[in-house]
Structure formats: structure tokens, C-alpha cells
């Protein structure tokens, strides 16, 4: 089906490890955005892109990577997870002139 | 930081209209207002956007103020799955990013 699809829908894992989260779209869409929201909280952005190799920071970078090799996909990375990373993550990608649509998240908790 | 300022909730009764403001007395020429709502765990949703004129969807209106510094989302016939964090956000048309303030949750009431 065509859309925005996150995987996996649901981590655990422990501190100090890396985990990826995945992001795919199958509409081409130039721009894609990480967010993270915590418990009873907004969103806040983490990472952005433009479009395939171009990255920007956004509002809460720290401890994440990301890249974007192909148009389709925008993994998250968190080099080496920590409890504060405990969140829900939300992809969300939108043409130049579109507005943004988000997947369904991944929750992912950090022990 | 978000351009934008909504009350942190609103009570609203089944079948009415939902109004819910936002302040953006910032906004410049080339910035647009967008909303979007968050129903319970789920992915941010849009509803509508625009620029100076007021706009209507199938599922909202939106009213922008002719100084452009004030807006409101109305759902005209609130039922209860309109029960929702609301959020109102200025972003130019081809800019990067949307930066999400706290929003409005809304409680419809049966």
C-alpha cells in the first residue's frame, strides 16, 4: 500500500545500545521529519531533510543520526540509547509546497 | 520555538460548534497557518491550512483575521471522536520545518 510506514511499531531495549528506527514512503516526497514526543507532551523535532542526502538539525538533535541515501527511506539511529530516549517516535514526510503527513509511531523504551 | 499561543484546553458540547483560537502575532507575509489535531496515541493528523483568506474542508473552517495575527479552527458539529490535542502552526509554504507549540486539547461532551 502507498503511504508512510515506521518499523518497528514497538522497542525495547537496554541502555547503551544502538537501535534504528526505520521510515519508508512510497510517495516520493522530497521532505522527511523525525519527531519525539514524551509522555503527556508535544512533538519536538529531532532531525529533517530536504531530500536524499541532505540532513538538517532540528529542535532536539542530540544523540541521534540519521542519513538519507534513498528518497524512500530516513533511518533513525540512536547511536547509544539512554532512559531519557524513551519516547514515542513519529515520521512525517510532505512534498515542497504539501503538508506533512505522519506515520503511526514507534514506541520505544529504553531499560 | 513555536510563533503561536492556544489555550491549553476547551470543553465543547456534542453537536455544537467547536472555536478554537490561536495567536500568531508574529506571522510574516509568506507564513501560512496550519492545523493539525493528535487523537490518542495516534500520528498527528492535518486538517487545514491558509494564507490570508479563510478556508473550508470537509472537515473544518478556518478563520484568519485581516491583520493576520489571530485564527480560528471551527468544527462545526463537534461529535466525540473530535476529542483531540489541536495544534495551530505558522510555516511558510516551502519552508523546512514544523515546530509544534503545546496545542489545545479539546474534550467534546456527550
Known amino acids: 500500500d502507498a503511504g508512510i510506514t515506521q518499523s518497528p511499531r514497538y522497542k525495547i531495549t537496554e541502555t547503551g545500545r544502538q537501535v534504528t528506527l526505520m521510515c519508508h514512503q512510497t510517495?516520493?516526497?522530497?521532505?522527511m521529519f523525525w519527531y519525539r514526543q514524551d509522555l503527556g507532551h508535544g512533538l519536538r523535532l529531532i532531525y529533517y531533510s530536504a531530500a536524499a542526502d541532505i540532513t538538517d538539525k532540528g529542535e532536539v538533535p542530540d544523540g541521534y543520526v540519521v542519513s538519507r541515501s534513498k528518497t524512500e527511506n530516513f533511518p533513525l539511529t540512536l547511536e547509544s540509547a539512554t532512559r531519557s530516549q524513551t519516547s514515542v517516535y513519529f515520521c512525517?514526510?510532505?512534498?515542497?509546497?504539501?503538508?506533512?503527513?505522519f506515520g503511526p509511531g514507534t514506541r520505544l523504551t529504553v531499560l | 520555538d513555536a510563533k503561536t499561543t492556544q489555550p491549553p484546553s476547551m470543553d465543547c458540547a456534542e453537536g455544537r460548534a467547536a472555536n478554537l483560537p490561536c495567536n500568531h502575532s508574529?506571522?510574516?507575509?509568506?507564513?501560512?497557518v496550519y492545523w493539525y489535531r493528535q487523537i490518542h496515541s495516534q500520528g498527528p493528523q492535518y486538517i487545514i491550512h491558509?494564507?490570508?483568506n479563510n478556508e473550508t474542508n470537509e472537515m473544518a473552517s478556518l478563520i484568519i483575521t485581516e491583520d493576520r495575527k489571530s485564527s480560528t479552527l471551527i468544527l462545526p458539529h463537534a461529535t466525540l471522536r473530535d476529542t483531540a490535542v489541536y495544534y495551530c502552526?505558522?510555516?511558510?509554504?516551502?519552508?523546512?520545518?514544523?515546530?509544534f507549540g503545546k496545542g489545545t486539547r479539546l474534550h467534546i461532551l456527550p
Open positions: 491558509g494564507l490570508k
Open positions: 502552526i505558522v510555516r511558510a509554504e516551502r519552508d523546512d520545518k514544523i515546530i
Open positions: 512525517a514526510t510532505g512534498g515542497t509546497s504539501g503538508s506533512p503527513f
Open positions: 508574529t506571522i510574516s507575509g509568506n507564513e501560512y
Open positions: 510517495w516520493s516526497h522530497s521532505y
